[in-house]
């Protein structure tokens, strides 16, 4: 049985096991370390009571959608935690296996096949029904190694939108027409709601409370289940699985089991989705959601549970504020300054970068309207709120800001780019152009494009992520044995 | 036996076929030095296919070019092999050299964040339509007037031009890493990277040369799906990588000949399955993939792969 | 410095969870009127991004292009547009209509784009009886009486299939026909209805389908055997539609080729073929060029025009006015505007029909017109 990564022994071991302290480790701050020492009750708690209480103070659906939603996300993490971040394993199709439990729900209580079954019933059915899928998609990882499973989830998560866009014109061998199973790209609309038999959950707040009760459920099992011996095994299969295999571990059970317990919340959590939107259409299964789970679980720190939910509720509540310019100035510019702040020390050099910018702006703004009036005469896009009054005085604002801005935006990218490049004091005195740079791009063109910048701002999530800190905020940082 | 349509649907494949590998080439040979699978390498494709047009309309667009028409042709598949080519080394340098000694699941994630910037970025750049390459007005329809038309058989001079320039590029490439000294090192690193290093390769450069030719490749195929199909927009990249990633996983990934095979298995069997099988344009995907899936199981290293012997 | 990482990272939740709760306070639906003397808001929602980006384009920039003229104006209330991605998702269509319905000075909506999306965003605005109009949405179920508050211009499937197949059939003398539909939710349906309408009239009815990502079409092709008369596409990329053409010429098959609305495009050129659509040539249409010309000088000379567009701006006049009318003694509620929209009576539009709504929320009069492509362009033939 491997022991916790962290416990020391002797030799190499204890080289890895000291690892974290002299690398990345070192950074993370205390906050952490208590927060593990609360007991694990109270920091679900923790969590979990202020969201419970929230609904009596905000009265707008609207909040309590965006909260359902994040509950939903939540769990989704969760769900791909435990395949991602437990055991390892790379699994590309796991929209997929959402999608079948949010489908499966639909059909159990739509008029699509006239069957209208109560979600107590239909529901452990989904996800055992899910699971299995699971296992059976998991088989293949039996035999390929590594990266193949990627692709063969890939796939399966590919297949999965072809069958259920074309899904109503199959015609099985016994039948003269074509039989409508998935409604196709219409999907199936007016899907019954969530029926507890004693009782029927029916407003979006009723429905936060459902992906409440059923986050908290999960969450425990999963704590209990990564402290138990199967989670100690995953995480051996995860650090090295040709040496949990030597130590007589069941690699391929595991895998399997892995698979089908992501799978099993995926499912869960399809059926909670499906009555909240009254429908269930190919397109909420693509290519962006897997994305932006991914992009959930590795902020957060794959493996850690407290990790992937603080992960979740971030994206999905930035993702939200990003909608509107005006909010989404403030989110620009306190993650810029936050970003500073943790990067740049000692804080005199940060001062001096932060001072440098303005001034700098302040220069080019002077210079910029004095010789080209004309073409510097836009306004802050959207409304603009005090931000955006503020930002009028210090930004050049261009009259046209599509081609400009595009030009700034490419520029931008090489500019980020090259600071890597550089270290020490030239890095410092670059990052103010950069920061201006940054800042142009953001008022000229992506401000007015709220949509393409959500996604584009998780793209360079992965990637900055990667390169800065791969275990996430919360995850452990891993060695490879050499 | 309609012997025509059976004839004429190899030669659709055959073409697809050729595009297919090309691409798949650049995951090969991406694979084979860094056993990194590059998601972004689809995407680099499309960028490919945006610089040809960018060339064709600067030189006037289709219905008009202000040069002479082979001029214009080397010119866009020039202009966009340098550019992938150059951009394939930015990716390498900047989202997956950092994360070389990093856990094996860092470079797969940086790799999905690059496929989905390049994505998001040539949506704000070039907007969300689809553009045309217009290559059936190309010197006033020659490009598809010409060729081979015997009855009902009709093979196309861009057909022609296509699958003739793909056999070049991957006769060159063969030629290159088996002949030439830069090959040899090639193959040394995806042998034993570290044991390559110590005999005095200079790996960051192979690799970085490597990331260039695969992109140029892919590169090449941008324009080759714009000349053949016109149709280009800013989310091609993400299918069509998918494709070239099945191909070369079909062939036995890291295999370059496995590679071109996989690439025109799997284009004739897009071509023969929308041909025959009932719903089978419909399905096509499926089709495909679940070959794919079954030929996985059964040939878990792929058709020329070697089996994988991992050290301890 | 770690006390200033964690004060930093609890200053951004708190000024994400302030900025929330400025919208929540904004929140809960109400009844009471809200002052538009000077500015009156509404929303706009449609796929921006997503693989319907290339639609939602065009439909958003004409959609919000009256409200935008008629701010140039200086006509009062001046119109304020909150917009939302729906990225094509269902599930992104719910949030934003919750987001608009919180949004208490909001009076109407304009979208979504696409059937499903308004499926999504029917049982939110039903039961915040907000007005909401869709340019684009043509499946026939969606105003069959159960959703109130909704509007569109383009006409129902049946309409059109009913148009397209008999133009096949009796003009084109149609016996074989081979039906290619692109798997989206605006396709299938109309394909489906065109299959029956035709085997009905005994026609022999070949269907296959593509998808909007696909490259190459000519496997598909090749499979269409050589005495068809007809190849119907109801498909939404009008590129498609030329390649299709193209791709048929260039293995020797001469088949007329019939399309649906995208089909009214500057990328669909095959000379002889025809589309039927839900409006006239917008482009030589006299009481439009003005409009039209604006519309290009306003978004770029590349700007997208197809028939979509169009109708999208119609939905931007009829609301922005209902809107007008709703605040003319200075405040309005959402019941006052959809009553106003119900009112909606336009003598003529940019696709010189008028525009008047019946209970359902259809445009009476909503017809079609069939064009065979020329060589200098459209020519309307029915």
Known sequence: ???????????????????????????????????????????????????????????????????????????????????????????????????????????????????????????????????????????????????????????????????????????????????????????????????????????????????????????????????????????????????????????NRLKLLAFSFGAGIAGLTGTIF?????????????????????????????????????????????????????????????????????????????????????????????????????????????????????????????????????????????????????????????????????????????????????????????????????????GSARVEIV | MDWYKLVQLLVNGVTLGSIYALIALGFTMVYGTLKLLNFAHGDVFMVGAFIGYFVLQWLGGSAAPTVNIVFLIVLMFVA??????????????????????????????????????????????????????????????????????????????????????????????????????????????????????????????????????GSALAGAAGVMIGLLFSNIYHFMGFYAGLKGFTAAVVGGIGSIPGAVLGGLLIGLGEALAAGYLPQGSTFQDFWVFSLLIVMLLIRPNGLLGKPQLKKV | MRKLIVIGTLALAAAIVGSLSTSAAQGGATASAVSCKSEATIGYFGPNTGPAASIGEELRNWTVFYARQWNKQGKRPRINIVEGDTQFDPKEVATIAQQFVANKNLLAVLGPGASQEVLAAKPIFKRAGMSYIAASATRTSLTDGT????????????????????????????????????????????????????????????????????????SV?????????????????????????NQLREQGKRITLFSSDAGYSNDFKITGSYFSTFGPDVRTFRTARSTVSAYFKEFGKKAPLTTFGPLGYITGIATVQAVARACKDGKATRAEVLAQMRKTNLKTSIIGQPVRFNWRGDRIGARFFTFQITKTGPRTVR
Request: with cysteine; net charge positive; proline share 5%.
């Open chain 3, 221 to 245: 092709i090749t499979d269409i055997p050589n005495g068809t008369d007809v190849v119907y596409l109801p498909i939404q990329l009008a590129t498609q539609m030329q390649l299709i053409g």
């Open chain 2, 80 to 213: 966009a092999m340098l550019g992938c080519g150059i951009l394939g080394v930015f990716i390498e340098r900047f989202a997956y050299r950092p994360l070389r000694n990093a856990p094996r699941i860092a470079p797969l994630i940086s790799a999905l964040g690059v496929a989905f910037l390049l994505q998001n970025s040539a949506l704000l750049i070039f907007g969300a339509q689809y553009r045309s390459y217009d290559s059936f007005d190309l010197a006033g329809g020659d490009l598809v007037v010409r060729g081979i038309h015997t009855g009902p058989l009709n093979v196309s001079l861009i057909r022609l031009i296509t699958v003739g320039s793909a056999l070049v590029l991957m006769v060159l490439l063969t030629l290159l890493v088996k002949r030439s000294r830069l090959g040899k090192a090639m193959r040394a690193t995806a042998y034993d990277g570290e044991a390559a290093s110590m005999m005095g390769i200079d790996i960051d450069r192979v690799i970085a040369i490597t990331f260039f030719i």
């Open chain 1, 1 to 251: 049985m491997a022991d916790e990564p962290r416990k020391p022994a002797i030799g190499k071991d204890e080289w890895v096991a000291t690892h974290e302290e002299r690398t990345a480790g070192g950074r993370r701050s205390g906050l952490e370390r208590r927060w593990q020492r609360i007991p694990a009750v109270v920091r679900l708690a923790l969590v979990v009571v202020p969201a419970a209480v929230m609904p009596l103070f905000v009265s707008s659906d609207y909040v309590m959608q965006v909260a359902t939603v994040t509950a939903i996300y939540a769990l989704l993490a969760l769900g791909l935690n435990v395949v991602v971040g437990f055991a390892g394993l790379l699994d590309l199709g796991y929209v997929a296996f959402y999608g079948f439990g949010a489908y499966s729900f639909a059909l159990l209580s739509s008029d699509q096949f006239k069957v209208h079954w109560p979600a107590l019933v239909t529901v452990p059915l989904i996800v055992v029904g899910t699971a299995l899928l699971g296992f059976v998609v998991a088989l293949p990882s039996r035999r390929l190694l590594g990266d193949y499973l990627a692709i063969v989830t890939l796939f399966f998560g590919t297949i999965f939108v072809v069958l259920v866009t074309n899904a109503n014109r199959i015609t099985p061998p016994w039948k003269d027409g074509p039989v409508d199973i998935t409604g196709g790209p219409n999907g199936i609309a007016g899907i019954d709601q969530f029926d507890l038999v004693f009782f029927k959950v029916e407003t979006v707040t009723q429905y936060f409370y459902l992906a409440l009760a059923v986050f908290t459920v999960v969450v425990s099992g999963l704590f209990l289940l990564n402290d138990s011996r199967v989670g100690r095994a995953w995480r051996a299969l995860r650090e090295d699985p040709l040496a949990a295999e030597l130590m007589g571990m069941p690699i």
């Open chain 3, 147 to 218: 959703n109130p508050t909704f509007f569109r211009i383009a006409a129902p499937d049946g309409i059109q299939a009913l148009s397209s197949s008999r133009y096949m059939i009796d003009k084109l003398k149609a016996k074989d026909v081979v039906i290619i539909d692109d798997q989206s939710s605006y396709s299938v349906p109309l394909a489906d209805e065109v299959q029956r309408l035709l085997k009905k009239a005994k026609v022999n009815v070949k269907r296959t389908s593509i998808t909007q990502k696909q490259f190459d079409f000519s």
């Open chain 1, 274 to 474: 499906a009555p909240l939107q009254n429908g269930v259409f190919p397109s909420n299964f693509d290519l962006a959601l897997l994305i932006t789970l991914y992009a959930m679980v590795i902020l957060g720190g794959a493996g850690s549970i407290a990790g992937v939910v603080i992960g979740a509720v971030t994206i999905n509540v930035v993702l939200e504020v990003l909608r509107t310019p005006e909010k989404s100035r403030v989110v620009f510019y306190a993650l810029v300054l936050v970003a500073l702040v943790a990067w740049l020390r000692p804080w005199r050099l940060l001062a001096s970068v932060l001072a440098g910018t303005v001034a700098f702006g302040f220069g080019v703004h002077a210079i910029a309207a004095a010789a080209w009036p004309e073409q510097t005469a836009g306004s802050p896009g959207g409304p603009g709120g005090w931000i955006g009054d503020a930002v009028d005085g210090w930004m050049v604002l261009l009259t046209h800001p599509k081609s400009g801005g595009n030009a700034a935006y490419g520029l931008l990218l090489l500019a980020i780019c090259l600071l890597t490049l550089i270290r020490g004091r030239w890095r410092a005195a670059a990052l103010v152009p950069v920061l201006y740079l940054a800042s142009f791009v953001w008022e000229n063109r992506l401000v007015t494009e709220p949509s393409i910048t959500r996604l584009i701002l998780l793209g360079s999530l992965l990637i900055a992520l990667m390169n800065v800190r791969p275990q996430g905020l919360l």
